[in-house]
């Protein structure tokens, strides 16, 4: 308890990254080193944001103390931390990365889905899809973390368990999302005025979290997100077929057994239920060999900063529950 | 224009009911005449509600002066409405129902999903469905309208067009709507603390709604409803396999031509497009033979009370769009 | 009935001018013959706005076709608009311009309060001020209409009235708006997760709209503005002392007799009472010499757009409630 | 750090005591024991509430086994309380109670505000008004806390500072509170249709938290509460006459140094500033000898269940941050 895990925060202004900031600020075991936004280089983060009464500044993300740190979560866009994870790794840091760039074992994927070349295909090798329930394993010695997408998040922590147990076809997960997953922007898209009220399906048949899950099923998966009007949460209503409904339920009701955070529930799940926590709740209707999942994350909780914070805790050998809500407020 | 139709409204104290009494209020051409609801009795509309400026008092739904009106709109619950539907249609009444008693051609289907004995199977023959963009020559001479169901609505618009024109199976339609078409209730279930913030889903494979999209359509349809933090709209996502995409694309795009309330839209619509308004406006994204339409209305207007007030004005001769809004609000 | 007056606007693209436009596109003796916008220059209106069904094109501030229109609504920011409104009354054209250039008696205060040089003395003093109710008779034959700020209508209705019938002093009015209010932007200020469950006051002691209040009201009032997380509406608590309190509270209830659009109600009036229309709602209680009122509008309709329509309405000769509003949706 | 505080809640279901719950569950230094409830007796609270994953089930509030509790919460109404205030108190349990009965020195004052005898007088006395960083002195020792009301906590922390420094009259508050604190109701008042979209006035020269503020200033204090459309939060704004502004201003800026969870801000506070932690956050502006304060809270943190908390930890010698937030959430 004594010492305490230095960590660093590189993208700390967005979304994903203060959510970080936030967890880390309040966690009993990790202590904040060194944050780093381009956009509040200078300022001290309680003045840049009132909401976050910590007294460091903003620096840049060639801050050399990012290296003192024991781990550095990168929340950047697509491969613009990729030459900074390198040489974090290089100076022996631990990385928890946010973004999609190592998310991917084909490295082709994911150069087709994000129409980029792949900064570190060597580091690819490396780095440890980190869903935490499914890889503790691997996490806990890994020093690359790729953390998971926050829709296939909701929809991998089900359907692994579903597929394991049973033969499962023509998956559709039809996702609805908080406006927070589209992260912090002046847009008119993403406005007030423009929102509240309002309710749209998006990115059809092309978003890029769906090549993601159906790497990670081993299947093609047919995705469709939507925007909620609402800040935190998402819900996954995922339809299949299934040779064997009985045993998936079975798969659903066991899989995570003894899990702090992930759990099914006889009542269907709804997104406030685990808004503001690290959990994510499942529950399923079966009609014949048709079968329904309801799955429920915060976007910004297990879907990002929060299974982040998991994988931290994983690597370094804490309580993995250290600084994570699971009791939802009203 | 010098005479104007003589309107009852029985049960205007829903949401619904509510909303016609509104619609009628502002008509061009009709005159609100009789407002019932038992939870408002003898109350001056005004009164109980002060949006509502209008100085007529609710009666009880056995007030003689229904009698006298050119058409009743009947808002009560399942098979309360019944007795009272014969007596006006008897006095040569013309009524427009909003509940679902007269929607199904297949009275076994009726009582199944309701779980009651239909009240009166005769006047069920004389009823026409008002869809009014698709039974618009038969609703003109009916003395009997079954007004559809919200949901139903937003499905059958584009669907039936699409399977004029091509073979569709495996019909999947998620659907989301606004908090008020669970209609006007003290439950905690609806409270705002409970919803804000808050989506679900509900009524997996049971919801009522289905059998009635699946008599219209002709064939078995899954349909998923959920619950939105937002007060009016509904937006469908539907999934289906089509033999024919080029037909089916084309049909979304011409089926409706000329119609001032349903339109093919080659932007994805939102909720806010039509929220407020009497219109239905959807898209379409194809990926070889599989489509998804995506399809909105406001659940009150073109899912109820505008739709009602749209059969009326086709009943009665007039400008179908008289006192329906086709501009959305900001 | 049979010739529709001829509109256009200008600066269509902003929230108070895309709301005219929805209003005039439903007038009943009206027709939107051109509408401009910078920012959409040359794209149809229903391309722009799909809310928006409307053939027209956006066109520019310059159009000639502008000095064929019998009334103009100018919608630009503070100073921008001026010229285009001499040409337009040179040419015969009537204006109603819903910026603050014209507003002030004392086009001294107007300077110090925008900061800028009056662009036109000569046409200030034409201007009538666009209270409705209150001006109903200079607005009659008015040329050049300015229309009154929203916050300030919502207090200058119910303490007009009340300052004719009794002595009122101290005025505070603690007014609360939706976010419309501050038009449409690309902004993080006004992003849906900055203002999602979340409230601010703004402005304080220096709001635009206090200098107009006073001079109206021929008093200093201290005001004070905040944001509500709703799209429309506007709720002012107003409080003052006051020597003759039941003086005071009768003028409340008789000052508007007879008024469609405004009016006293003995329950407190809530924002919900009167969003979507043009009303203009307002209750009081008082405890000895001290009284508080409680004023509501839509801050988009009695507050800008629909009070500028009830001015074309006043100013042809037409039935002011033309295209109006009254009952409000739920 | 062994032995955990044994915490009993008695009116677990409302919102203060599941709140209270909640932090309980997660606090580092303290163990859910008893958690009472009549309307969920017998139910585990996890299948009354999903959200809290907690095993226990409700008893009923005549459960033995609070007597064997270090701290029993009571969130119970008004006088409903009190005979087991004080058995627990005869048993040498510590008392926090989240009522009205105990907050007021003066017994008259209580009768006549909430319309009954008080209960236990002789108790009274022996009560501390737990406004923390007030009282902390006291509260170490105290068996029985009285936890402040929400509005007044908002109102006293900044003007309680104020008053100390300088001479202050003609205080008005007005105050605008998130939907929570009405409490957990099935009431159309309280619907999600009735309130999204909607703000309102209530409980003008009435309300029952007047005389809790004026009580505790020393003066005479206009209040008027508003319902806001969010669910946590409460934004103050406080106008007074002062002779000294600068005192005033310095008093705000000093008078919490080194409260973890009280400060003064040169930046207008927002409600999100602070919303899901336990900080009261201020700021002011001058205009002469007129001065605004905007102060804001979390309704049921500071408000209520965390500031009851924070008693817990100052009376049982713990860090008083413990199980605290203080990091808002996006």
Redesign the interface.
Do not use: Q, W
């Given at each position: 308890m004594n010492k305490k895990i230095k960590v660093g925060i590189v993208g700390a202004n967005g979304?994903a990254g203060?959510?970080v900031l936030?967890l880390i600020?309040?966690h009993?075991a990790a202590e904040l080193k060194v944050v780093t936004s381009r956009a509040q280089l200078g300022k001290k983060v309680s003045s840049a944001f009132?909401?976050?009464?910590?007294d460091l500044e903003f620096s840049d993300a060639s801050d050399p103390a990012l290296k003192n740190c024991d781990v550095v979560f990168t929340a950047l866009p697509q491969t613009a931390g990729a030459a900074l994870v390198g040489e974090l790794m290089d100076a022996g840091v631990r990385v928890i990365d946010l973004s999609a760039d190592y998310r991917f074992e084909d490295i082709s994927v994911y150069e087709r889905t994000y129409g980029v070349t792949h900064p570190r295909p060597d580091l690819n090798k490396l780095a440890v899809y980190g869903l935490c329930e499914v890889n503790r394993d691997k996490i806990k010695s890994a020093q690359l973390i790729a953390n998971p997408g926050c829709y296939v998040t909701s929809v991998l922590l089900p359907m692994l368990a579903i597929t394991k147990a049973a033969k499962v076809s023509n998956i559709?997960a039809?996702s609805?999302s908080g406006?927070?997953g589209a992260g912090?922007?002046?847009?008119?898209a993403?406005?007030?005025?423009?929102?509240?009220?309002?309710?749209?399906?998006?990115g059809?048949?092309t978003h890029r979290h769906a090549p993601e899950m159906s790497e990670k099923l081993g299947q093609k998966i047919?995705f469709?997100p939507?925007l909620?009007?609402?800040?935190?949460?998402i819900?996954s209503?995922i339809?299949f077929d299934v040779d064997n409904p009985e045993a998936a339920l079975n798969a659903l009701k066991t899989a995570y057994d003894g899990e702090p955070f992930v759990?099914y529930?006889d009542?269907?799940?709804?997104?406030?239920?685990?808004?503001?926590?690290n959990?994510c709740?499942f529950g399923a209707?079966f009609?014949g060999n048709?079968g329904?999942v309801?799955s429920v994350i915060d976007n910004?909780l297990k879907g990002a900063a929060g299974q982040a914070v998991q994988n931290m805790n994983i690597m370094f050998g804490l309580d993995e529950t250290a600084g994570l809500?699971?009791?939802?407020?009203?």
């Open positions: 979304y203060a959510e936030r600020a309040e009993p009132p909401a976050l009464p910590c559709i039809d609805k406006v927070s912090r922007k002046a847009d008119e993403y406005a007030y005025c423009t929102l509240d009220e309002n309710f749209k399906a998006y059809l048949f047919l469709t939507h909620l009007p609402i800040k935190r949460g819900l209503t339809y759990s529930t009542v269907l799940p709804e997104i406030g239920f685990v808004s503001h926590t959990r709740m209707r009609d048709r329904i309801i910004l809500p699971i009791y939802a407020p009203i």
